[in-house]
């Protein structure tokens, strides 16, 4: 005798009609139409309105104040802190996971909790932070700037300031993975005769790569678009220490609309290009996660 287990034949052999789980179509209209309205008066409106005033007076002035010194320096100081930041969490990211996933130690707790501290702490008070620290009132950036090294108000501190507000990114998208993923195929790798670099290289790596890419858009995005922290150690130096943020920041309050408005579409582009990275990266996790996609471990480690 085959034993029915359809929701419905249950609810007929108990002597009560079917009770549909199915939400109503105008339900899933009206939470449709509530989810776009939101996203076309919360993204696509401001996004818009940002194009249209850099492009308000056509694009040749729009170019003209792309090129100007002070902008191009702008661009360019954002993209060497985002080129020194993003590898240095990278680094910092798959350490910290690595040991924290895979070892047990004293401390273990205050790391994470200290990992998670720039997500609770105000990015100005992060820049005020190294004022305190590296000031050059204090005995370390008094020591720093008798034999001229220039942190605050200088590159080096706005790379520190970038880097304290970004470093969770990687290391809070790897650990929950490789929680998850255990440590029996680097176990299996070792067993098999592989070092720790080849471990790292062909085990590890592979299995993260993805969360880790995913990791560094996030970083990347943040330390573009810093402000606050930034704001704080950088001096608002023009042509030295302004970056894209700050600079859009100087440019509005001169009433240099175009100006402000055309750095401001940059940093838009950035995000929408983060917001297409990130896209990828989570359709491509899916796939690999899905049943079909999945493939015996520990083959490339011997």
């Not at 047990?104 to 702490?121: C, H, M, Q, Y």
Request: aromatic share 10%; proline share 6%; charged share 15%.
């Amino acid at each position: 005798m085959s034993v029915t287990t359809q929701p419905a034949a249950i609810a007929s052999a108990a002597g009560t009609p079917p009770v549909s789980r199915e939400e109503p179509a105008w339900v899933r209209r009206t939470l449709l139409a509530i989810a776009f309205a939101f996203l076309i008066l919360i993204l696509f409106v401001p996004l818009a309105a940002v194009f249209t005033e850099a492009l308000r007076k056509g694009i040749g002035p729009y170019f003209k104040a792309l090129l100007e010194p002070a902008t191009l320096s702008a661009i360019r100081l954002t993209l060497l802190t985002a080129a020194i930041v993003v590898p240095l969490n990278a680094v910092f990211g798959l350490s910290s996971a690595w040991l924290i996933t895979h070892f047990e130690f004293r401390g273990r707790n205050l790391l994470l909790t200290l990992i998670d501290l720039p997500f609770a702490v105000s990015p100005v008070i992060s820049g005020l932070i190294y004022i305190v620290l590296l000031g050059s009132h204090t005995i370390v950036g008094g020591w720093l700037a008798a034999h001229g090294i220039r942190v605050i108000f200088a590159v080096p501190g706005i790379v520190l300031a970038t880097l304290f507000v970004t470093f969770p990114f990687v290391a809070r998208e790897l650990i929950p993975l490789m929680q998850e993923q255990g440590s029996e195929d680097e176990s299996a790798a070792v067993t098999l005769g592989a070092n720790g670099w080849q471990t790292f290289w062909r085990v590890t790596l592979p299995r993260v790569k993805w969360a880790l890419l995913y990791g560094l858009i996030l970083c990347n995005a943040r330390a573009i678009g810093e402000f606050g922290a930034v704001s704080v150690v950088s001096g608002h130096i023009r042509g030295l220490t302004n970056t894209m943020p700050l600079h859009v920041e100087i440019l509005y309050n001169e009433y240099d609309f175009v100006g402000a408005f055309a750095v401001a579409s940059l940093l838009a582009m950035f995000a929408l290009a983060t917001i297409g990275a990130k896209s990828l990266i989570e359709w491509r996790l899916r796939r690999e996660s899905s049943p079909a996609a999945e493939v015996p471990p520990v083959e490339r480690a011997a």
